[in-house]
């Protein structure tokens, strides 16, 4: 329960959204003050979530700072909060990235400014809320919800061809949602509560695991996106303004992998043990073919957008091979990712605010007017390609070995994605920092201290969890080994199902 | 014998001078078969001992209705009538649902099994007479729809002046 | 206290100062804060080894990295007697380069930068060899490689330069791509991977096999076999071999720390260290030894014909790299880490005189040299030296560890060692040729290269004349230690390393150990004649020579046209199906085709379907009376 | 002879609406301002629903009830007359068309729509049903200079007449069947005797099916829709859209639930063509519109398709959440039509598509709501749209019908093409025009009523939910 | 007597007349007199029900018909006036201001 004096994932929630009304009562030509007070709420909701990573009790799976409390009793479903040590980082990555966006936002967004700063706290908000529901009404509530504002982000502020980019986002990611939708209203009847840890304590016929599996499969296949539902990323990324992107990239997307680890995992085991098998052909696919893709690209966003499917290849395959090490790799494989592709679209950013394109064509030799940033630039890079030291590689090695010891050839074809990854990731910095220089960026002005003061944390991150993670997997291992079990414990029981009506049907 | 060949007759007058109405070039002699075409229904009222209503079907529809109709058929030209095609492109299609809609009502009717018969018989009609029994029926049991009934009325007052009033005022 | 920390920590603490303040204060003065810290850690690694010596043993760990579930895995330390001998050369050879780094990039303007790097640097490479278990290992591996990629391109500007960091960069991770599979396999075999339980407990799965693709594949075979092949990446092995010589764009002084004594000795280190994986696999060991001597080979013909004098510098580290492996190859893993340890001083000291040859004629190419022994006579001798200790001249470094090696293969006893002695032999020929021809083209001879250069030739200054010296005080004399006890010397560091390495089975009688030795030292001798003779006396031979057999000649100067065939096999065919199949076609045709096709046509059908709005009441009315029949007929029928 | 004289409590509020419509009548020959005709007409309502309150009972010999069923469509009229009115004050102005007679029409439609909601008889249901029709073609009509107003009441008026022929024909057959039109009556006499496998009970069924379909604009009787809607002034269509649907819903539901209780197998088969042509056509039709009322036509016959989800479930559960889904439809079409006619001022049309470009630039409030309108017409929460969409979707898959659901989610998601297409027109484009709004109190007021009421429902259902559960548990 | 089946079939073939004849002709008057052709049917069948039922029912609801029919038909032709004003036609077919 929690023992704060304050209902801490609610004020995560909802502070935000208290943020909005306050902006929403300031007059729109004030937009310094509106950046500010967008600053104050962001940052307050990141200081008021730090208990979470402190007053966390490592030694248990349960649901931790729970709040419960009837919503719509009339159909049993309940306003029910709570983190585990699978979701607990996922809240805080949110309330880091609110801030990180608002920063880095500062000066790029020059249209509608009061619009945008609500539409950032709102998309954080729901997000953070997605992350915490343990009903799963609420849940999808959040889950969609973040579409309204993430959709105007796109859309709004994002490049010139943003209503494709944005209309292709919300499409796509509908299509997944209803069919969750179904899924969840059916699990909902099925089970007489949309409680998900009470549902989760249920056995499920396995034919109807397997419909449901599919079903959610949808919803989080494209949001992660697995390939080969994964072509609305590369033009969402690529459209949106750089705030965008990063929510996209940093906390969005989890919610696919998270949706898999906290549904499709414990709900339906047998059926997620029958599927393993695509899933992770599924992951091996998009971490190869969206690394090849990015040879191809000359878009730097696009690029790391397409980089971004190969990473999230990675995560599905850690999840697929349900073993320990591959889905706590997984989980901080989703932290890392995060934090690494965060980072890089910030760093797009930074330089797109300075010439105004996102060819890799007009950029060259960066490094010469702005070497800080091509140090920052080189650390997320190398992060990127799983370097050991840095983040990206405990999150990259625990999921191979995980998808090894799943499947020999899955881990074998995985590895391989390291290889491209570090093919496209350096003849990009090449191309970027290096040769050269570019008469376009002749004489740019170097990162100023706010552009630094948003990376420096993810910079942070970046070594801590490289150097040091274990503080980071000990939030996971008791919710990771009782998801295991659940799974696992499930598996016998289906195949004592099987055994029995073999039996039956003996006799 | 005799009700049968009546009702022979009514029924062809009835089809026919119907037929005769949806097909007239005329708007003038679809207005007229019509006039036929309702005093032979009043007939077949009569013959099924419904005097109010033959009565009221004389007065209201023939005698009133199609008075109406008379009048705006007039209003309308009916010189450009007469030269132009009667009916509307893709006809064919609207007759060809039309007989299959006939088609399928008298498959489904062919097993129409009607309820027990009820208190008024023709004896007791006939002891109180048609008009007072209806009426009786009218201003108690049915009170409440007869109520409706004024009200539709008066919306057809009111639509019509709302509607076909000359200037407008604003 | 645990001294030993400093090793590493030093480093990393110089470079994380320089790359902080390098920018804003330090500036010019980056040497202050790197050559002391890696004096320090030289300092350290000499009481290390002593106390190594006097038989303390080091294996802790720091502190857990990782874990999840049952894989533990530590930041831990491992100081035994093959990490010493790696230390001192690690920090010996690097501390002398700091130095020698001091004059030569003086005036760069990423001085701070380059003195970073190479701090970093260090600080991996003594992560590398510290380290132990796998994981750590691994770590100071990638690191190795990415500050191998930073120093190779630190000219960035130059695109010659920063692609050869990418090329360097890459071309590894092919390796590392087995290596790190290789680790994988360790853990899920042993359930570990520190170095101690696995090596007592390797013994116990010899024989096991494991299924891959249906295949029954022996299971210490498979991980020895990974494991060598990203060896085979960082020490630039066939077919990995293609990133050293372009590695020449980096600063000079980065080739002698990295391309030569360091980095990518880590291959062998590794494979010394793995020894009791591979020494209960044959097949991996045939083909440690196979690659090994084949490369060697290959290498020291490339370096025949190449001009430049940083990659005959380059190949020929290639070509030492491959003696090292067939030493490990036959199971004289003492041999070839004896062969590092020497190879790191002369190699070194190659470099860094080259550097001092570059640093003058501010070019590499010895066509364009000649008679600079009269400009540079330090460099001259130093290199000298070096040259003949490469060359395996009796007395010298280079003899002892190299003759060790040929001595191990020829006396293993097994047709595949002769295979490799076979080989060894040629090589003891084309060594000591390519190195003269080297010396005898740069310093004899006159001055090929244009009046206005030739008024730049200079000596260079002491700071970077004293670290050639004292190497070439290494390179005379580094080999004494492991003068072999036929020669009245100890083979100490045979001795020394054997509780780490073991001792190999050798078969062979002093008398055929002399003969061995007097053959090897006659053809490295007549080696240097026929260098003499070509480019000293009858100049003119070479180029008739090449136009006798200018076939092979293309074939071996375009050093077999690998780069090519790689461009042609796995570059261009990438790229091509990254962008025409798979941006072009599958993503853009298929998945988008699909993506976009179905609300495309969900569009045109409603532009069809809004025609039947046709805006007349009757059609309406039609469609209603439809309705109304197909009803019927639906629930009726 | 028994004349003894009916119970009016039952039948107090629709005898409160005919006398108000009256007053207006006479009140507008009295008054020149209009604006206290619609002020008097909204007050009315009011006080109507007021008599609302311990209405409930049978009376007239059992042809009107009034029960919780009938109860929770009134409020539902009451919302949708209301609203119509305020919406209507500015804009009939506009139009040039500030009759009097205006509000009376309105006010006799919703007692049309109320004696049908009530209607225990299909004497009394038919009658309704014409009430609430004429006064609807009138309605539709009533810019009379305007010849797309012409032609919507035109096109409204002859299929709606041949539909309740249809009806007609279907009420002789289940009379000469049963010998009745009490709606009980028919129930009880086909389950005792056995009338379920004869075709002509089938036949009967499916003409009710069709007339209803035709109030509801479910496909194929939807075709007079989107001509009506588009042609009819703006407030009217808004009117229309939500009143005579509901209406058609509560007799559908109350006729096939009760008195086609015995053959709910072949109803639903007939309903479950119609709820997913409903739901193709007007979603997949209404992305190639460039008119914003027609769009909105196509919109409600998809919502058509929706709700009779609920009426497939056949069961309380589904009816509640038809009923529901129906309370929050008037709420976010009214709200969206709100707008529209916001746009609509002296000279400019505003009901193009293309009028919304750059809406957001010069008025970002308005655009905002409309934004609010449009996600909850999608059903994406936290809005109502989602609420009524996931509790039709819920009481359909209960009742075992999750393929349908699968379908009418896919469609769901090609709605939201059009539908964000307003948003994305609003704030993505550059403006082209200058739109100046036509803003008044009362259209203001709509708004923040429609949307406050959009919100709160999509954050906090459980009154609603629990306000229809109520209302059918009696049924 | 005459079966009752006898009137139904007539009734239904009057009331499908009135819907052919609305389904086909092109003069709005002529339409309007289809529906009340479609009207009559049912009338005949309700009068006649009625009658073989002994019931009044059937009478009485065909006298609402007829008054609803009466109603009906005053506000289709005032549509129609006011149609006329503005467009001087009767065809229902040149009426098609909107579609698609």
């Known amino acids: 329960m929690n023992n704060l004096p304050y209902p801490i994932l609610s004020t995560i929630i909802f502070l935000p959204v208290i943020g909005v009304l306050v902006l929403l009562i300031i007059s729109r030509s004030q937009e310094t003050l509106l950046k500010w007070v967008a600053l104050i709420f962001a940052v307050a909701t990141f200081l008021l979530s730090l208990p979470l990573f402190i007053n966390f009790d490592k030694s248990t799976f349960k649901m931790q700072f729970v709040e419960r409390h009837d919503w719509i009793p009339a159909w049993n479903i309940k306003y029910y909060l709570g983190v585990d040590g699978i979701s607990v980082f996922l809240v805080l990555l949110t309330t880091l990235s609110t801030v990180l966006c608002v920063l880095i936002s500062w000066h790029a967004i020059k249209i509608k400014v009061k619009e945008f700063y609500i539409a950032i706290l709102l998309t954080c908000g729901a997000i953070a809320g997605v992350f915490c529901s343990l009903d799963f009404i609420l849940f999808y509530i959040f889950w969609e919800a973040m579409l309204i504002p993430m959709y105007l982000i796109i859309g709004v502020w994002g490049g010139p061809n943003r209503i494709y980019a944005t209309i292709k986002f919300i499409l796509y990611t509908l299509v997944g949602s209803v069919l969750l939708l179904v899924g969840i209203i059916f699990l909902y009847l099925y089970g007489g509560t949309s409680d998900i840890l009470e549902l989760m304590e249920r056995t499920y016929p396995y034919t109807m695991q397997l419909w449901l599996f599919w079903a959610f499969f949808a919803a989080f296949a494209i949001k992660v996106p697995m390939f080969p539902v994964h072509t609305w990323l590369p033009d969402a990324h690529t459209e949106a303004p750089t705030a965008g992107s990063v929510i996209l990239a940093a906390i969005l997307i989890k919610m696919g992998a998270y949706g898999f680890l906290r549904f499709s995992l414990p709900f339906f085991p047998e059926a997620t043990k029958s599927m393993v098998p695509a899933m992770l052909t599924l992951s091996v696919i998009a971490i190869i073919y969206a690394g090849l893709v990015c040879l191809a690209q000359k878009d730097l966003k696009r690029l790391i957008a397409y980089s971004s499917v190969s990473h999230m290849g990675f995560i599905t395959m850690g999840i697929f091979a349900l073993n320990s090490q591959g889905i706590e790799g997984g989980i901080l494989q989703m932290i890392n990712h995060g934090v690494v592709t965060g980072a890089l679209f910030m760093c797009v950013g930074i330089i797109y605010d300075r010439t105004h394109s996102r060819q890799i064509a007009d950029h060259q030799g960066l490094s010469i007017p702005m070497p800080v940033f091509a140090a920052f630039a080189m650390v997320f890079t190398l992060a990127a390609i799983g370097l050991p030291g840095t983040n990206g590689f405990i999150g990259e090695f625990l999921t191979i070995l995980g998808g090894f010891t799943a499947n020999k050839l899955v881990g074998v074809l995985a590895a391989t994605g390291v290889i491209i990854g570090a093919g496209y990731m350096l003849w990009l910095y090449q191309r970027l920092f290096f040769m050269r220089i570019h008469e376009k960026v002749v004489g740019l002005p170097d990162m100023d201290l706010r552009e630094i003061v948003t990376l420096t944390p993810l910079l942070i991150l970046v070594f801590w969890i490289g150097v040091y993670p274990v503080p980071f997997l000990d939030f996971m291992h008791p919710s990771v080994q009782h998801l295991l079990e659940r799974v696992n414990v499930a598996g016998g029981m289906q195949e004592m199902n099987i055994a029995r009506t073999l039996m039956e049907v003996i006799r | 014998m005799l009700p049968e060949l009546f009702f022979a007759y009514f029924a062809v007058t009835i089809v026919l001078f119907s037929i005769f109405v949806v097909t007239a070039r005329n708007p003038v002699h679809s207005v007229l078969w019509m006039l036929l075409l309702f005093f032979h229904i009043a007939g077949l009222y009569l013959f099924l001992n419904a005097e109010f209503i033959a009565a009221i079907q004389i007065i209201i529809y023939a005698g009133a209705i199609l008075v109406l109709y008379l009048f705006v058929v007039f209003l309308l030209n009916l010189r450009e009538e007469l030269k132009i095609y009667r009916f509307i492109g893709g006809w064919p299609s609207g007759l060809t649902f039309g007989i299959a809609l006939l088609a399928v009502i008298i498959l489904s009717i062919r097993s129409f099994i009607a309820a027990p018969p009820g208190k008024y018989s023709i004896n007791l009609i006939r002891e109180e007479t048609h008009t007072k029994a209806l009426a009786k029926l009218l201003y108690t049991d049915y009170l409440f729809p007869f109520e409706i009934i004024s009200v539709i009325l008066l919306v057809a007052i009111v639509g019509v002046i709302v509607l076909a009033k000359r200037r407008l005022k604003t | 206290m645990k001294l030993y920390l400093l090793i590493p920590f030093l480093p990393l603490a110089a470079f994380v100062i320089n790359i902080l303040f390098g920018r804003t204060l330090i500036r010019d003065k980056a040497h202050w804060v790197s050559c002391p810290t890696i004096i320090g850690s030289l300092v350290v690694s000499v009481i290390t080894l002593i106390d190594v010596i006097n038989g303390k043993i080091i294996n802790e760990d720091l502190y857990t990295w990782v874990v999840s579930e049952k894989f533990i895995v530590s930041i831990g330390f491992l100081i035994d007697q093959l990490t010493a001998v790696m230390l001192i050369v690690v920090t010996g050879v690097g501390s002398l380069i700091f130095i020698y780094s001091i004059g030569y990039m003086h005036g760069d303007k990423g001085y701070y930068r380059y003195f970073a790097y190479l701090s970093l640097f260090v600080f991996f490479m003594l992560m590398l060899v510290m380290g132990n278990n796998f994981l750590v290992l691994y770590l100071g591996w990638e690191g190795v490689g990415l500050c191998s990629y930073f120093l190779i391109g630190f000219w960035f500007e130059k695109k010659s330069a920063s692609d050869a960091g990418k090329k360097a960069f890459i071309t590894c991770r092919f390796g590392d791509f087995g290596f790190a599979l290789g680790v994988i396999l360790i853990f899920l075999t042993f359930g570990t991977l520190h170095y101690v339980p696995v090596f007592d407990e390797v013994k116990g799965v010899a024989g096991q096999t494991i299924n891959i693709l249906g295949w029954e594949v022996d299971l210490i075979t498979l991980i020895a076999l990974l494991l060598f092949a990203g060896a085979v990446g960082k020490s630039a092995q066939i077919p990995l071999h293609v990133w050293l010589p372009d590695a020449m764009e980096g600063p000079t002084p980065v080739s002698a720390l990295i391309h030569a004594a360091t980095m990518v000795t880590a291959g062998v280190f590794m494979v010394a260290r793995c020894n009791p994986i591979f020494n209960l696999s044959e097949v991996a060991m045939l083909t440690v030894a196979v690659i090994g001597a084949v490369t060697s080979l290959f290498a020291a013909t490339i370096a025949i014909f190449q001009n430049d004098i940083k990659r005959i510098i380059a190949y020929s580290t290639i070509s030492h790299l491959g003696m090292m492996f067939a030493a490990c190859g036959v199971g004289a893993y003492a041999a070839g880490i004896f062969h590092l340890y020497t190879h790191g001083f002369f190699k070194a000291l190659l470099f860094l005189a080259a550097g001092s040859v570059i640093h003058a004629a501010h070019h590499n190419d010895i066509q364009r040299m000649g008679g600079l022994k009269k400009y540079q006579p330090i460099t001259y001798i130093t290199m000298l030296i070096a040259a003949l200790s490469a060359g395996g001249i009796p007395g010298l470094a280079g003899f002892f560890s190299k003759d060790e090696i040929i001595w191990s293969t020829f006396a293993s006893g097994s047709p595949v060692g002769t295979l490799v002695w076979i080989l060894m032999i040629a090589i003891a020929f084309f060594t000591p040729f390519y190195s003269f021809r080297m010396i005898f083209l740069t310093f004899h001879g006159k001055f090929r290269g244009t009046h206005e250069e030739e008024h730049h030739l200079h000596e260079s200054p002491p700071v970077m004349t004293i670290p050639l010296m004292l190497l070439a005080a290494g390179a005379l004399g580094a080999g004494w230690v492991g003068i072999p006890t036929i020669l009245g010397g100890g083979a100490h560091i045979a001795h020394f390393l054997e509780p780490v390495l073991g001792h190999p089975e050798l078969h062979g009688t002093h008398a055929q150990e002399f003969g061995v030795m007097g053959l090897s030292t006659t053809i490295a001798l007549s080696g240097i004649v026929i260098a003499a003779i070509l480019y000293l006396i009858k100049t003119y031979l070479p180029l008739r020579l090449a136009q006798g057999f200018s076939g092979i000649y293309r074939v071996v100067f375009n050093k077999y046209y690998v780069d090519e065939l790689y461009n042609l096999t796995i570059v261009k065919p990438g790229l091509w199906i990254a962008d025409s199949f798979i941006e072009r076609f599958t993503d853009a045709k298929i998945i988008e085709g699909i993506v976009n096709g179905v609300p495309r046509s969900i569009g045109r059908f409603a532009g069809i379907l809004r025609k039947v709005q046709t805006g007349i009441t009757q059609h309406y009315a039609i469609i209603m009376a439809a309705g109304v029949f197909i009803l019927i007929v639906l629930i009726l029928w | 002879m028994n004349l003894q004289f009916p119970d009016l409590t039952p039948v107090m509020p629709e005898l409160f609406m005919t006398a108000l419509a009256l007053i207006l009548l006479c009140t507008e020959l009295l008054v020149k301002k209009k604006g206290i005709l619609a002020a008097l007409s909204i007050l009315g309502v009011v006080v109507v629903a007021y008599t609302l309150i311990g209405s409930s009972g049978t009376t007239f010999g059992g042809m009107f009830v009034s029960d919780g069923y009938s109860t929770f469509f009134k409020v539902i009229f009451f919302v949708n007359a209301i609203l119509s009115v305020l919406i209507s004050i500015k804009y009939i102005a506009i139009e040039r068309v500030n009759f009097g007679e205006y509000y009376s029409l309105i006010l006799i439609s919703t007692l049309g729509m109320m004696i049908m909601a009530s209607a225990a008889d299909l004497i009394v249901l038919y009658l309704g049903l014409e009430l609430m029709a004429l006064s609807t073609y009138v309605l539709a009509g009533f810019i009379r200079y305007d010849i797309k107003s012409n032609e919507a009441a035109l096109k409204y008026f002859l299929l709606g007449a041949f539909s309740s022929a249809f009806l007609l024909y279907g009420i002789s057959m289940i009379y000469g069947l049963t010998g009745t039109t009490d709606i009980k009556s028919i129930a009880l006499y086909i389950s005792e005797k056995g009338l379920t496998e004869n075709p002509a009970l089938s036949l009967s069924m499916i003409l009710f099916a069709v007339a209803f379909g035709f109030k509801i604009a479910a496909v194929p009787f939807h075709m007079w829709a989107p001509d009506a809607y588009e042609g009819a002034p703006t407030s009217i269509t808004a009117f229309m859209s939500v009143g005579p649907k509901a209406a058609g819903f509560a007799v559908l539901g109350r006729v096939f639930m009760i008195a086609f209780a015995s053959i709910k197998l072949e109803w639903v088969a007939v309903f479950i063509p119609l709820s997913i042509l409903s739901m193709a056509v007007g979603n997949i039709v209404a992305i190639a519109q460039t008119n914003i009322k027609r769009m909105l036509a196509y919109s409600s016959i998809a919502h058509a398709g929706y709700a009779l989800l609920g009426i497939i479930a056949a069961n309380n559960e589904g009816l509640a959440s038809m009923m529901s889904y129906l309370m929050i439809y008037a709420f976010m079409n009214i709200g969206a039509f709100a707008v529209v006619i916001m746009l609509r001022s002296e000279d400019f049309k505003g009901d193009s598509i293309s009028d919304y470009e750059g809406l957001s630039r010069a008025h970002p409030l308005l655009a905002a709501l409309m934004l609010i309108f449009m996600f909850s017409l999608t059903g994406i929460p936290p809005t109502a749209g989602f609420m009524a969409k996931l509790y039709v979707f819920m009481s359909a898959i209960n009742a075992g019908y999750t393929w349908l659901v699968v379908v009418a989610v896919v469609f769901a998601v090609i709605s939201a093409y059009f539908y964000l297409r307003i948003i994305m027109y609003m704030y993505m484009r550059e403006p082209k025009v200058e739109v100046s709004l036509s803003t008044s109190p009362s259209l203001g007021l709509a708004l923040g009523v429609t949307t406050v009421a959009v919100l709160a429902i999509g954050v906090f259902p459980l009154y609603l939910v629990e306000l229809a559960r109520a209302a059918i548990s009696g049924f | ?100």
Do not use: C
């Not at chain 5, 073989?52 to 008054?67: A, C, E, K, P």
């Not at chain 5, 289709?76 to 040149?94: M, P, Q, S, Y």
């Open chain 5, 1 to 100: 007597m005459v079966p009752l089946n006898w009137y139904m079939l007539l009734s239904a073939v009057v009331f499908t007349i009135g819907v052919t004849g609305f389904l086909m002709r092109r003069n709005i008057i002529i339409m309007l007199m289809s529906i009340e052709l479609m009207l009559n049917g049912v009338n005949i069948n309700l009068v006649a029900l009625s009658h073989y039922l002994q019931d009044m029912r059937g009478q009485i609801l065909t006298f609402f018909v007829i008054s609803v029919a009466a109603a009906e038909a005053a506000i289709g032709l005032a549509i129609i006036i006011a149609l006329f004003r503005n467009k001087a036609t009767a065809h229902v077919d040149e009426v098609q201001e909107m579609k698609g």
